[in-house]
């Protein structure tokens, strides 16, 4: 009676791999694929075109993995933003086992001034490039929303001119600050177990980094969003799953936690920027639902 009962239950495990895997959206083809944006073999992007009259506005996405993994393939379904008429890039950059801060944020903003380079080649509205992406795609994304422009008007390299200003940015599970003086006392010590905050300034270990603190403090500071949040800053709305305890259980529910949501949408209030904070059961915003009403609220808006 087991061998049956066992091969009806692989027959139906395989028959509901099989459903969700035809549920799920086919990514289309990138109208330019593996775009080489920068000097390094990951500073790669694609790009998908979006048809429409005129300039078509633009959504990146950049991927998370704590900056020590991840892919520009793990997009979501982007489909509605193109039959939205909004165009749509998601780009790789250099990983901590590489390169530590700055360079995958710096790669990151290296991909938006190529593609504001590309503007009339690929029939982008400058004015209008707004982020998306989770965890560590997350914390670059609001890092360049909030962050000034790191423009040069006197650079050699063209695409060195180009802005690295966005009009608005949705995130989940994002950090805020990844500086281990602030994200411990917020979170407590377990978000201090995870590789990215030590990997993130090249420390061999959590211990090795809080040894020599005064030496990787900078670079905390310096690429925690936090920090640069700023009352002329653009839109931001964060979403984060709903487990508010305190002290964080583990490594992964403190490195996404949704207290990094609610100390920077608090600040954004004091400051009277916009901010909308998306947590189960805890907060909700007036206007959106989700971070697709609210990217293409502020893409497709003619006041943007």
Request: proline share 7%; aromatic share 8%.
């Amino acid at each position: 009676m087991q061998r049956p009962i066992l091969a009806l239950l692989l027959t139906f495990t395989f028959l509901s791999s099989a459903t969700f895997a035809a549920d799920k959206p086919k990514t289309p083809k990138p109208t330019y694929a593996n775009v080489t944006y920068g000097p390094h073999e990951k500073t790669k992007l694609d790009f998908w075109e979006a048809k429409g009259d005129g300039p078509r506005p633009l959504l990146v996405y950049i991927h998370g993995g704590g900056w020590i993994g991840g892919d520009k393939g793990r997009v979501g379904n982007i489909q509605p933003y193109l039959d939205k008429g909004i165009s749509y890039a998601s780009i790789n950059y250099r990983l901590t086992g590489e390169a530590s801060l700055p360079v995958p944020v710096h790669d990151a903003a290296r991909a938006i001034q190529f593609i504001r380079s590309k503007a009339a080649d690929w029939n982008i509205d400058k004015k209008k490039i707004a982020l998306t992406g989770g965890s560590a795609g997350a914390c670059t994304s609001m890092w360049l929303l909030y962050h000034d422009d790191l423009a040069d008007p006197k650079a050699k390299d063209p695409v060195a001119r180009e802005s690295t200003r966005v009009i608005a940015a949705a995130v989940g599970g994002g950090q805020t600050s990844i500086d281990p003086k602030v994200i411990e006392p917020w979170l407590g010590p377990n978000v201090l177990k995870h590789a990215m905050i030590h990997k993130a300034v090249g420390g061999k270990s959590m211990q090795d980094v809080m040894d020599n603190y005064e030496k990787h403090e900078a670079l905390y500071k310096e690429f925690s969003p936090y920090n640069h949040l700023t009352a002329d800053d653009p839109p931001l709305l964060m979403t984060y799953g709903g487990n508010m305890k305190l002290p964080s259980e583990n490594a992964g529910h403190g490195i996404h936690h949704p207290v990094y949501g609610v100390k920077m949408k608090e600040k954004a209030d004091k400051t009277g920027t916009e901010c909308h904070l998306l947590i189960p059961g805890v907060s909700k915003s007036k206007q959106y639902s989700n971070s697709n009403e609210f990217l293409m609220d502020k893409l497709l808006s003619k006041g943007s």
